[in-house]
Each structure stands twice: as structure tokens, then as C-alpha cells.
């Protein structure tokens, strides 16, 4: 199947902006989602971006796509402790299911 | 809270035992979505349900089978439950009204001894 691959761990600073990167193969893909996961918990939806869209900010987040490079990041602002999570990027295309990454757990240090 | 609803949240069965999980999705939502996350597999896709039909299937082992009812809820059943069964089942549901935006529910921890 197509894959969608991120980076394992990342650690910052409160206070920081936290970058966290995906790259996908797909290249019909249409939607591009952000998750997060805390632990024991659900899956939270983050935002998502349309493909024809290069980015997208939602308050403290903001997502850039790059379509050619078919790469997708994730910027947090400002980044709080509260925000120690595992962070999911995920492309769909239409109506079907959403391919998800590893996660990328980040850790932020007071 | 997402708006999808799952039970029961945790359970714990034997072996070689049948369990169903349900889920009911967002108001108004008509495609649900299973999926298995486990450590070393990650988030699997299992099947996808679409108003009643089912529109696509993933990982999902022959030992195991889902349906969506005319109320929209869906269940999935385990059969012959195996330790590698043990894993978060999540549910999803689809608001194509909307940016097809996606939302899980909290998911059902099954542990199998």
C-alpha cells in the first residue's frame, strides 16, 4: 500500500514552535489530516488541509503541503507541556479510508 | 467529545472467545470506518461501511467481520480471539458534508489472556 512516513520523536522547549514532518507517496491523495493522540485516549482531530490548498493556520497550528514534494508539516506555536503527545498525519483520497504515519511522539520540557 | 460512541471501552476475554465491539457514529454521519492500532502495527485500516453497504476493506483477518445497521450503528465481531487480537479497536465516522472530516471515537481496549 502507500505510504505515509514520519519522524518517531521530538522533543522542544515550552515556549518553542514544534515542526513535526510527513512525507507520503500517494499522489492521488486529496485530504491530509493531523491527529493527536494522548496517551490512553482517543484520536483528537487536529485540522486537515485540502491538496489544492499549500496551507492552512488554525490558531496555534499551521500546516503547510507541499504537493510536489508531497510532503505536509505541522507547526505548533508557542508550544505548551500540554501539548506532549503523539501527533498522526494521514492522506485519504475521497471517501476512503485515511492511511495513517507511525506518530511522532513529542515531548515537551518545561 | 467527537461525537462517536464506543463500547465497551475495555475488555478482557479468553482465547479462542468471540467478543462485539459497537459503535455508533456522528449524527447525520453515514460512512463508519474500524480500525486496529497496536504497537508493532501501528494504526491498521480494518473496513469501511457506507450508509449500510460496505465500501472497502483492509487488513482485516477472516476471523474477523463487521456490519452497519439501518440505524447507522456498526459492530464489529472478533472470532477465535488469539493474543495477537489484543489491541485499541477504534471506530470512525465520516461528516462528507463537511471537508470530509473524519472523527474517532475513544476506542475499545480488548485484551486477550
Known amino acids: 500500500g502507500e505510504d505515509v512516513e514520519q519522524s518517531l520523536f521530538l522533543s522542544v522547549r515550552e515556549g518553542d514552535s514544534s515542526v513535526i514532518n510527513c512525507t507520503y507517496t500517494d499522489s492521488s491523495s486529496t485530504y491530509l489530516y493531523w491527529y493527536k493522540q494522548e496517551p490512553g485516549a482517543g484520536l483528537q482531530l487536529l485540522t486537515y488541509?485540502?491538496?489544492?490548498?499549500d496551507m492552512k493556520q488554525d490558531q496555534r497550528l499551521t500546516v503547510l503541503l507541499n504537493k510536489k514534494d508531497k510532503h505536509l508539516s505541522l507547526r505548533i506555536a508557542d508550544t505548551q507541556t500540554g501539548d506532549s503527545a503523539i501527533y498522526f498525519c494521514?492522506?485519504?483520497?475521497?471517501?476512503?479510508?485515511?492511511?495513517f504515519g507511525k506518530g511522532t511522539s513529542l515531548l515537551v520540557t518545561p | 467529545d467527537s461525537g462517536v460512541t464506543q463500547t465497551p471501552k475495555h475488555l478482557i476475554t479468553a482465547t479462542g472467545q468471540r467478543v462485539t465491539l459497537r459503535c455508533s457514529p456522528r449524527s447525520g454521519d453515514l460512512s463508519v470506518y474500524w480500525y486496529q492500532q497496536s504497537l508493532d502495527q501501528g494504526l491498521q485500516f480494518l473496513i469501511q461501511y457506507y450508509n449500510g453497504e460496505e465500501r472497502a476493506k483492509g487488513n482485516i483477518l477472516e476471523r474477523f467481520s463487521a456490519q452497519q445497521f439501518p440505524d447507522l450503528h456498526s459492530e464489529l465481531n472478533l472470532s477465535s480471539l488469539e493474543l495477537g487480537d489484543s489491541a485499541l479497536y477504534f471506530c470512525?465516522?465520516?461528516?462528507?458534508?463537511?471537508?470530509?472530516?473524519?472523527?474517532f471515537g475513544e476506542g475499545s481496549w480488548l485484551t486477550v489472556v
Open positions: 494521514a492522506e485519504s483520497n475521497s471517501g476512503y479510508a485515511l492511511n
Open positions: 488541509i485540502f491538496s489544492n490548498m
Open positions: 470512525a465516522s465520516r461528516d462528507h458534508r463537511a471537508g470530509n472530516t473524519i472523527y
